[in-house]
């Protein structure tokens, strides 16, 4: 087909169309699809697919998979098309991951693989200094393509967590930002374990996290959360005595006030106040802090369990007092 040939639009067999084995779109809704298969029969196909010439007088699917979907399901026979000049590679890839992140048809998974992949075979992967170039070619800023690629650089078992959905996309991102495996995977169970709001990882977690990369991480958390509450109170790392002088007084305080509004909650129905005013989200938000804080308060027993048996072993027995005798 001559590549300068205008752009035309013409009736193809459903048969004789072929979909693009390099969709980044890895999942179809079928429910979305049969819905849009009784609008097809209902209204017929108000936009055409874009598709280029094969050889043997196939047409493969550029743009429009879903809608070519619909009509095989619905039996239809032909549909509109718009034939467009036969796309180099590296015009494939550009086009075909820019009409994705247009349209945000891919799960944040997809969306990332895909990226990955475009990179790669765009033979830009291992060069970061090219990305910005390379960035408005697929549909997206230089800074939101960096913050994407700090994904390949997971550990096998924080990728997994976050591919399974374990871990949303902002966390799996700014964990990206720390090197060393070991602490990542660390970082990545303690968000998990805690449930700790995105945004609070993303902003303020994470960067304690790369201002104290040998501070165990609960520490870190007692820091970032300090400033959190009080911003500007820790404006440098303090000894480890204030540290945990800070942490303790931190959690008392915190505890005492948890307690007294799960008091006050209960004595003045905040519940049934929440449900009279039909409000599910406020529930669910205050269901979800109190199962974080069990969660933790869970953690700190268990903790403290295991170094209270473990400091009854390493103790050494009693003395028989002076003056008894051995029996």
């Not at 040939?5 to 999942?27: C, G, K, W, Y």
């Not at 196909?45 to 619909?70: H, L």
Request: proline share 5%.
């Amino acid at each position: 087909m001559d590549k300068e040939a205008p752009a035309q639009v013409v009736s193809v067999n459903v048969d004789n169309i072929i979909p693009d084995p390099d969709n980044l779109r890895e999942h179809f809704d079928q429910e979305d699809i049969r819905t849009l298969a009784d609008n097809i029969l209902e209204h017929g196909q108000m936009d055409p697919i874009q598709v280029f010439e094969r050889d043997g007088g196939v047409y493969q699917i550029f743009d429009g998979e879903r809608r070519w979907r619909a009509c095989h399901q619905a039996g239809i026979k032909t549909m509109s098309a718009i034939v467009i000049p036969k796309p180099s590679q590296e015009e494939l890839i550009s086009k075909r991951v820019s009409r994705a992140m247009q349209s945000r048809s891919l799960t944040p998974q997809e969306e990332v693989r895909a990226l990955e992949t475009a990179l790669n075979a765009l033979g830009v992967g291992s060069k970061p200094e090219e990305w910005s170039r390379v960035a408005r070619k697929l549909g997206l800023s230089p800074q939101l393509l960096r913050d994407r690629m700090r994904i390949p650089h997971l550990t096998e078992v924080v990728r997994q967590q976050f591919e399974e959905r374990e871990l949303d996309l902002s966390a799996a991102q700014a964990l990206g930002r720390i090197e060393n495996p070991n602490r990542q995977e660390e970082v990545a169970q303690f968000i998990k374990e805690n449930q700790l709001h995105t945004r609070f990882v993303g902003t303020k977690f994470i960067e304690k996290l790369m201002q104290y990369p040998d501070t165990p991480v609960l520490e870190v958390y007692t820091i970032a959360q300090s400033e959190l509450r009080e911003p500007g109170r820790v404006s440098h790392k303090p000894q480890k005595e204030e540290i945990l002088a800070d942490r303790l007084e931190d959690i008392l305080a915190d505890l005492r006030r948890a307690g007294t509004w799960l008091e006050a909650s209960g004595r003045e129905g905040l519940l049934e106040q929440l449900m009279d005013r039909n409000d599910r989200m406020g529930l669910t938000r205050l269901v979800e802090e109190v199962q974080r804080l069990i969660a933790m308060c869970r953690a700190v027993l268990k903790h403290a369990t295991e170094k209270e048996r473990s400091a009854d072993v390493e103790s050494p027995k009693e003395l028989p007092e002076a003056g008894s005798r051995s029996q």
